[in-house]
């Protein structure tokens, strides 16, 4: 990392995720025996403690109300190391939360957000907090902030010359991202958010669709597009050269926060300066590593295990 830098600062959505996967077909209208669990997420919240674990230097600007769940995601930020002394806490909001129902196999089937409370976070908040922008390293952002509040911070980082990387969260959520393209540094959709992304449509198993879709990003400005398609692995591209990652076959146990996980890793090895195809590696196999755990980050993530179970 930049010795002239001092942290890489991460603004979006920290909530409570619960989780449920049935243990056969689903019946439409009925209920069935299943696996419910609850843990704590967030995309910004997520790539945060994935990036502490990995022994960078995080600070965290994300909204949370006075209940017991924002004091539980508090708690537990603090407790791995994550700066929270600018994270904004709402008197009489919910804490965000996120309902997540699984396929037997452990793939998404439909989600449910409530992340109103990130309305909080606005321009007027983060101009107050401009020496965060100014000593960081490099600011992660996810797409659940408002339109005002994504062209507030990329006005910052232009301002002091800060790379910017941008998590598209969702589909729905990815078109906030299309008019700032030209100011990021990294973008990470998976599939469906980089179609949003670049107005293109194909095949979610086309990898040469995918490359072209990246080559796409990268001509409407992103300096880097790094596109996830689950099983079939990543594909990135920058303005020298472009890939393909393949996924390491591993048993699904929840795929929440992979991506999250493959965002973090990734920005690990950039801020290492450590080679672009080897980042993408880092990256696949921190979301490797988040599919087989129950939680929405790894628990034993670590640089020396990212190393250990490296794809190839």
Do not use: W
Not at 10 to 24: C, F, H, M, T, Y
Not at 103 to 115: N, Q
Not at 173 to 188: E, F
Not at 259 to 277: N, S, V, Y
């Amino acid at each position: 990392m930049d010795e002239q830098c001092h942290h890489v600062l991460v603004i979006g959505a920290a909530n409570l995720d619960v989780k449920g996967r049935p243990e056969s077909t689903l019946i439409r209208g009925s209920s069935a025996p299943g696996i419910i669990r609850s843990s704590l997420g967030g995309v910004a919240r997520n790539i945060a403690e994935n990036l502490v674990r990995l022994d960078v230097p995080t600070v965290l600007i994300t909204a949370v109300g006075d209940d017991q769940t924002g004091e539980r995601l508090l708690g537990r930020a603090a407790g791995r190391g994550i700066d929270i002394s600018e994270v904004l806490i709402v008197e009489g909001r919910r804490t965000g939360s996120y309902m997540a129902l699984l396929t037997a196999e452990g793939t998404r089937d439909v989600a449910l957000h409530d992340m109103g409370i990130i309305e909080e976070i606005t321009p007027a908040y983060l101009d107050e907090r401009r020496p965060l922008f100014e000593d960081a390293c490099l600011v992660v952002i996810d797409a659940n902030l408002t339109p005002p509040t994504i062209a507030k911070v990329v006005e910052l980082c232009d301002e002091y010359g800060v790379p910017l990387c941008a998590d598209p969260t969702s589909t729905l959520l990815a078109g906030r991202l299309r008019p700032h393209l030209a100011h990021l540094y990294m973008a990470s959709p998976d599939v469906q958010e980089a179609s949003a992304l670049c107005g293109m449509d194909f095949d979610p198993n086309d990898r040469d669709a995918a490359l072209e879709a990246a080559a796409r990003l990268v001509s409407m400005g992103v300096d880097l597009a790094v596109i996830t398609m689950g099983e079939f692995g990543a594909i990135y591209a920058d303005g020298d050269t472009s890939g393909h990652v393949p996924a390491i076959i591993t048993e699904v146990v929840d795929p929440t926060g992979a991506g999250d996980a493959l965002t973090a890793a990734i920005i690990f090895g950039l801020l290492e300066e450590i080679p672009l195809d080897e980042c993408v590696r880092l990256g696949v196999t921190a979301a490797s590593l988040t599919l087989r755990s129950r939680d929405s980050v790894r628990p034993d993530l670590s640089v020396d295990l990212l190393y250990d179970e490296l794809a190839t």
